[in-house]
């Protein structure tokens, strides 16, 4: 891979400015800053944080668990009282996080990324409808006759981004970057698909009054777009109103953090046709000014200058890229871990682990993500190319495509989501949570196995794009 050289020819290393004492810190918050970026660490996280979660739940500390995660949070002054529960904190409120991160990545697709020709981006969309309309009518296969568990058809539809990219990303350059595109580009398509599922069926009955509002904020937060606000906060502090009106509505609060999302600026303040030559002379300006044997706080021009050029070169970073580096690893690293930890709870002891692995929840979320994925998203991605809409990537055969398949039924975020609000029951919760592990395990272990053997039959080392590694990066 050609490495980003300046106009000398020297690959410039930032850390070089910086003087030797400090020079050590910074490397090492670069480097938490690289793991915190990282998909395959992130998956790894809220991987320990179930299994935290499932050895807990079958021990003798589940009962304290379970209180703990319940404990009432008051907020309010006066008669003017809020009371939530800290499992309810994390999924209502922290979650919307999660969302509000998930559209940020749906809006940079549409707007720059992979979803912004339809044609380009056909295979994987198409093959993404396909990899939920599968997993429903396996799902209805084993429920559509009973009343009280057909309302889960929408767990096994989703499939989760970080397990599903960062077990490909274990593959490294042995898979062709075809496939990431194509996986990424379903996940995101497969994450739309699942909001709107979210939206339309697993709210409960809105109330117009609080919709009317929510809706209103929305305008107030299109207006700031529209009007070209680039500050972060005002957005932030509308979307607390847009989440508390959609909370109180009835419609699922984490909604909020889409539509948030979809309001946020992508493009940059500055005129960058411009900014080059704006910043070439105030560098120019502030080595005029810059005097060696004085120190630098008496030096009120050069550090006039100098804080010029630092503020308008932070603007030069749209507002969604700069909140959704801010976002991911909180997200990632904290938010997710917590979900797992407090939703992947499956106690087996003193339970009739029989009925448990027969119940029709159970086989319907399990057979839907580890048979209705990988044959929804085969068959619609055969057709597909059959029909001439799309062809496979550059680079990519139909195994690829097998393996990558098998990967869209790792479920686990989403899908658990998805599975507390589709059912009251908590037996009918632990079937579908258990099946949604078992199947994301299986799913990952298979499609990792598929991909690495058709790696090994063909070992080329494919190149790796750097856009990802550049919209994640932070400098000093």
Not at 14 to 25: C, F, T
Not at 236 to 247: D, T, Y
Request: net charge negative.
């Amino acid at each position: 891979m050609a490495e980003n050289k300046g106009p000398s020819g020297v690959n410039p290393d930032p850390h070089d400015l910086l003087i030797d004492e400090v020079q050590g810190h910074q490397r090492r918050y670069m480097k938490l800053l690289e793991f915190t970026h990282s998909s395959t660490r992130a998956a790894g996280a809220m991987l320990l944080a179930a299994i935290a979660a499932l050895v807990v739940a079958n021990t003798g500390l589940h009962e304290g668990f379970l209180e703990f995660w319940h404990t009432d949070v008051v907020v309010g002054v006066g008669d003017h009282v809020g009371v939530m529960s800290l499992a309810h904190i994390i999924n209502d409120v922290l979650m919307a996080l999660f969302f509000l991160l998930v559209g940020l990545e749906i809006k940079y697709e549409m707007t720059v990324g992979e979803l912004t020709n339809i044609r380009d981006c056909a295979l994987p969309i198409i093959a993404a409808v396909g990899g939920v309309l599968a997993p429903i009518g396996i799902y209805l296969a084993f429920n559509a006759a009973n009343p009280d568990t057909a309302h889960g058809w929408g767990v096994p539809t989703a499939t989760d981004i970080a397990f599903a990219l960062g077990i490909l990303a274990l593959l490294g350059r042995k898979v062709p970057n075809g496939v990431r595109v194509f996986l990424s580009t379903l996940a995101v398509a497969d994450d739309i698909i699942a909001i709107l599922v979210i939206a339309v069926f697993y709210g409960s009955a809105p109330d117009l009054g609080w919709l009317a509002g929510a809706a209103a904020v929305l305008v107030v937060l299109v207006v700031l777009n529209r009007t070209h606000v680039y500050s972060l906060y005002p957005y932030i502090l509308v979307g607390a109103v847009l989440w508390f009106c959609v909370f109180m509505s009835g419609v699922h609060s984490t909604i909020a953090g889409v539509l948030l999302a979809f309001t946020i600026p992508i493009g940059s303040r500055v005129r960058l046709s411009s900014f080059l030559d704006w910043s070439r002379e105030r560098v120019d300006d502030a080595r005029s000014y810059y005097e060696d044997d004085k120190p630098v706080v008496v030096q009120g021009k050069y550090m006039q200058t100098v804080r010029a050029l630092s503020r308008v070169s932070r603007q030069v970073m749209p507002p969604a890229v700069r909140l959704e580096q801010r976002l991911y690893p909180w997200v990632y690293f904290a938010v997710l871990p917590l979900f797992a930890l407090t939703n992947a709870d499956v106690a087996f002891l003193g339970g009739d682990m029989g009925a448990l692995f027969t119940g029709p929840v159970f086989l319907g979320v399990l057979c839907g993500l580890l048979v209705g994925k990988p044959l929804g998203i085969l068959l619609f991605s055969f057709l597909t190319v059959k029909l001439g809409i799309a062809k496979l990537p550059e680079a990519v055969t139909w195994k690829h495509m097998l393996g990558a398949s098998i990967l869209g039924g790792v479920g686990f975020t989403m899908a658990i989501f998805v599975a507390n609000l589709a059912f009251v029951d908590a037996v009918l919760v632990a079937e579908a949570k258990m099946a949604i592990l078992c199947a994301s395990l299986v799913a990952g272990v298979a499609g990792f196995v598929v991909l690495l053997r058709q790696a090994a039959k063909d070992p080329v080392e494919h190149p790796i794009p750097e856009d990802e590694t550049a919209r994640n990066a932070e400098g000093l």
